[in-house]
Structures are given as structure tokens and as C-alpha cells.
């Protein structure tokens, strides 16, 4: 069956970088959008971007652009996100999913849940 | 791109119909025909409940149902149920590879 499965929670220093993991499993990565959205505490879903894995190209929201990186290791079907120079406003729960390639967004396959931190 | 525009809570009793609102622009909502509605419990992670408007993954259940008109999309929730308690976002392609999130809508059911 669909699985898909994030690293475990990380706590940051302001100006420091993370990186999540989201690996794959059930159905062909390469057939598949990986999306990316967070969740501030007691807030709503904010899109971050998504990748495809076939070649790797990636969209991100204007808001991230400068600060966040979607890449992928097609060889162990996982997706990475990396958030840079981190801020308190940065934590949240990160959620990676998964979308059918074109217009249609995230689809029923969601990972748990990276819970990152930034404290000093 | 801004997020889409949805009220902050909704409400109704068991048994009843309620729907949800959701405001985009014509550059999102009212250009193209992928939204998406999203029910997420407390402490889950969301659950795709329509997509492209007014469709339904299989598994759920035909209370729900999603239109548009304009720059606005509707989910409709009939028969609520205890379990339908949650908060709802909708999502719409914004074009050049984009997506946009609604701020989210906390239903009760009284």
C-alpha cells in the first residue's frame, strides 16, 4: 500500500538551516508530484512548493523562494525539503504529500508530519 | 500568490447541511477547475475529501459535495455526523506551477 514517511522532529537555532526527508513507498516515485506544506501552531495549511521527480524541477512559493530547496534521490524514493537561515515564525509542522502530476495539488497520501522547532 | 478566503467557523446540528465558502480570484478559483477540499482532525494530518471541484476519492462518502460559480467554491457537508467536527481548507491551482491554501474553516457540529 501508499506510504510515505518523514524524518523525525528537529529543534533549530534562529539563522540555522533544516532538512526533512519524506520517503515513498507503494506506488512508482517518479509518477507522482511531492508537494510540501507547513503548519504553524494553531494555524492553517500554507503551500511551500512541490518537485517532480522525474527530472527534479521544482516550484516554490514566492513567499519561500529565496530560502527553501526541493530536491529528490530517485534511486531510494525520497524527497527532501531544506529551509534556510531559519527564524522563529519557522516552526511549524512540515507535511510532504503526494500529487497526481498536473493541475490537481496534494491527494490522499500524506506523510505524519516533521515537527521543526526554532528556539534559541 | 494570497491565500484563498474561507470563514473562520461553521456550524450545525446532526443530521443537518452545511457549506463552506471558499473565495479565490480569477486567477486561481474562478480560472481553473482544480479545487480541492482537505478535513483535517486535531493532531492528523489532512485527508483529501473532493478535488476538481466536485469530485470524490473512493472511501468518501456522498455527503460531501463541492461546486463553484465565479471566484468562489462551496463544500457542502449533508447529514452532519459527530465525525464531520473538524477543520476544512480548501486548495486551488494557481498556475505557473503554484498552489494556494485557503486560511481554513473549523466546523462544529452542535
Known amino acids: 500500500q501508499v506510504q510515505v514517511v518523514q524524518s523525525g522532529a528537529e529543534v533549530k537555532k534562529p539563522g540555522a538551516s533544516v532538512k526533512v526527508s519524506c520517503k515513498a513507498s507503494?506506488?512508482?516515485?517518479?509518477?507522482?508530484?511531492i508537494h510540501w506544506v507547513r503548519q504553524a501552531p494553531g494555524q492553517g495549511l500554507e503551500w511551500m512548493g512541490r518537485i517532480n521527480p522525474i527530472g527534479g524541477a521544482a516550484n516554490y512559493a514566492q513567499k519561500f523562494q529565496a530560502r527553501v530547496t526541493m530536491t529528490r534521490d530517485k534511486s531510494i524514493n525520497t524527497a527532501y525539503m531544506e529551509l534556510t537561515s531559519l527564524i522563529s515564525d519557522d516552526t511549524a509542522m512540515y507535511y510532504c504529500a503526494r500529487g497526481t502530476v498536473g493541475a490537481y495539488g496534494p491527494d490522499d497520501y500524506w506523510g505524519q508530519g516533521t515537527l521543526v522547532t526554532v528556539s534559541s | 500568490q494570497s491565500a484563498l478566503t474561507q470563514p473562520p467557523s461553521a456550524s450545525g446540528s446532526p443530521g443537518q447541511s452545511v457549506t463552506i465558502s471558499c473565495t479565490g480570484s480569477s486567477s486561481d478559483v474562478g480560472y481553473y477547475k482544480y479545487v480541492s477540499w482537505y478535513r483535517q482532525h486535531p493532531g492528523k494530518a489532512p485527508r483529501l475529501m473532493i478535488y476538481e471541484v466536485n469530485k470524490r476519492p473512493s472511501g468518501v462518502p456522498d455527503r460531501f459535495s463541492g461546486s463553484n460559480s465565479g471566484n468562489t467554491a462551496s463544500l457542502t457537508v449533508s447529514g452532519l455526523q459527530a465525525e464531520d467536527e473538524a477543520d476544512y481548507y480548501c486548495s486551488s491551482y494557481a498556475g505557473n506551477n503554484k498552489w494556494v491554501f485557503g486560511g481554513g474553516t473549523r466546523l462544529t457540529v452542535l
Open positions: 507503494g506506488y512508482t516515485f517518479t509518477d507522482y508530484y
